[in-house]
């Protein structure tokens, strides 16, 4: 039977791709895609979540809005990376499908509360996600795993010198995430810039011939930039689909049940994940950490995925 999972997610080229490659796999059932703001305002990556899912054909996926500011700080946007849309790069038609009128966090709620063994996807800030363990205690025993991208350990930040962005915009979020008591497996910086979109694998992308092949090409060309001038990389990192890959391949990936914490107080090192790597702490361990990738085994079942999408 295939997974059932809900992506929440904040559009951004990475997280375009990410969606893609779950509507391409039959391993996964995508039951809803929920938008939270990120990258962009939410107006944003919900007119983005659309595009993607009219890009794959698949406007039968129902796309929800959530929750556009964090649980209690001004929202920080990213679009010095992903351009001022969120999915600058190439140019795709305005969405023609319906945005549901139904809140993100009450399609969470309702679907966990509906169906066994939901796995959530954060793609992005944790708000959503915080926000219906909050409305509804309930659905943490019953979510299957709650499988994120956020969060480092020695490659430490992004955004700031000591977080990654998706933690660092929601750092309560992250936190209350986090003290669910719902298994969690965190897809970091550490694993997601191993898996860089180097010349060779973008030329695999535009090799597909096909519309998606070419977008995905655009969407990683234009957003390597940003990690090309910071870190020297060899391409763009794919951040958000890491998290499904893991789903699919888990053996791709390798990591360590370790208890993670989140900085919410400290100004200078807010939303920083305080990962116990070498349990030096008494701490119970909360999440599966990953902290390696096969970067080929990961390009080589992204593109023949999306070569078939
Ligand atoms: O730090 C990388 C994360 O922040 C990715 O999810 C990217 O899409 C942005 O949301
Ligand atoms: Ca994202």
């Not at 993670?260 to 999440?287: F, Q």
């Amino acid at each position: 039977m295939p997974q059932k999972i809900i992506i929440d997610t904040d559009p951004g080229q990475d997280d375009a791709v990410a969606i893609l490659l779950a509507l391409a796999s039959p391993e996964l059932e995508v039951l809803g895609i929920t938008a939270v703001a990120g990258n962009v305002p939410l107006e944003l990556t919900a007119r983005n979540a659309r595009m993607v899912c009219e890009l794959a054909g698949r406007t039968d996926v129902p796309v929800f809005a959530g929750c556009d500011r964090p649980l209690d700080r001004a929202l920080v946007t990213a679009e010095h990376v992903h351009g001022q849309t969120g999915l600058d790069g190439p140019t795709l038609p305005e969405p023609e499908m319906p945005l549901q009128d139904k809140h993100a966090v009450d399609f969470i709620v309702e679907t966990v509360r509906a169906t066994d063994g939901v796995t959530l996807c954060p793609l992005g800030p944790l708000t959503n996600i915080a926000t219906a363990l909050r409305r509804a205690p309930d659905i943490a025993e019953r979510i299957e795993r709650i499988v994120l991208m956020g969060g480092a350990y020695f490659e430490v930040g992004n955004i700031t010198p000591t977080a990654e962005f998706n933690i660092y915009v929601d750092p309560q979020a992250a936190d209350e995430v986090f003290r669910a008591g719902v298994p969690i497996t965190v897809l970091p910086l550490d694993v997601t810039h191993k898996a860089l979109v180097t010349q060779p694998r973008l030329d695999a992308f535009r090799a597909m011939g096909t519309p998606i092949g070419q977008t995905v090409a655009e969407w990683t060309g234009f957003f390597e930039r940003f990690d090309k001038e910071k870190y020297g990389s060899q391409g763009a990192p794919l951040h958000d689909p890491c998290v499904i890959a893991w789903l699919l391949r888990p053996d791709l990936f390798s990591g360590r049940e370790v208890n993670v914490e989140i900085e919410t107080a400290s100004e200078l090192c807010l939303g920083m994940t305080v990962a116990d790597w070498w349990g030096v702490t008494d701490r119970a361990p909360n999440a599966l950490f990953i902290g390696d990738v096969d970067a080929d085994g990961f390009f080589g079942l992204l593109t023949d995925r999306l070569a078939h999408l």
